[in-house]
């Protein structure tokens, strides 16, 4: 079972779709600590007010489909290594102080810097998935 007590690891996004960079960056986070809560932005079909966010063809109810499929393939159990939260279309994380935990960029390679949901639904559409 999902502690919520325990130290956890947030991932936010839009996740347009969910793709292997994430999920090279969850595996690299679940090992921190084990746990992981996935945020997802709210923003299907709506343009999420950021430039370069304004193609967002995927509901929350696809996003969370296609990421429970794609960790599962993984071996890792909705409810117990991770949560996914629905969240609104947060544009910023604001901090005033120390507060008790940090904000974290990973390198995970080029390979996986590379990937491009942009390109994914450019792919997508062409092959009239989308």
Same mark, same amino acid.
């Given at each position: 079972m999902f502690d919520?007590?325990?130290?956890?690891?947030? @991932? @936010?996004?839009?996740?347009?779709p969910w793709h292997g960079g994430h999920t090279a960056l969850f595996k690299k986070v679940f090992e921190e600590v084990g746990q992981v809560c996935i945020m997802c932005r709210d923003v299907g079909g709506v343009d999420a007010g950021v430039e370069g966010q304004s193609d967002n063809p995927f509901s929350f109810e696809e996003v969370t489909i296609k990421i429970n499929s794609s960790l599962g393939e993984e071996g890792f159990v909705p409810n117990v290594?991770?949560?996914? @939260?629905?969240?609104p279309n947060i544009v910023n994380v604001s901090y005033g102080r120390s507060v008790g935990y940090t904000i974290t960029e990973h390198n995970l390679g080029e390979d996986i810097h590379e990937i491009s949901a942009t390109k994914i639904r450019a792919e997508m559409r062409s092959r009239g998935e989308l």
């Open positions: 919520w007590t325990k130290p956890t690891i947030q @991932l @936010l996004g839009r996740y347009q290594d991770y949560i996914i @939260l629905k969240v």
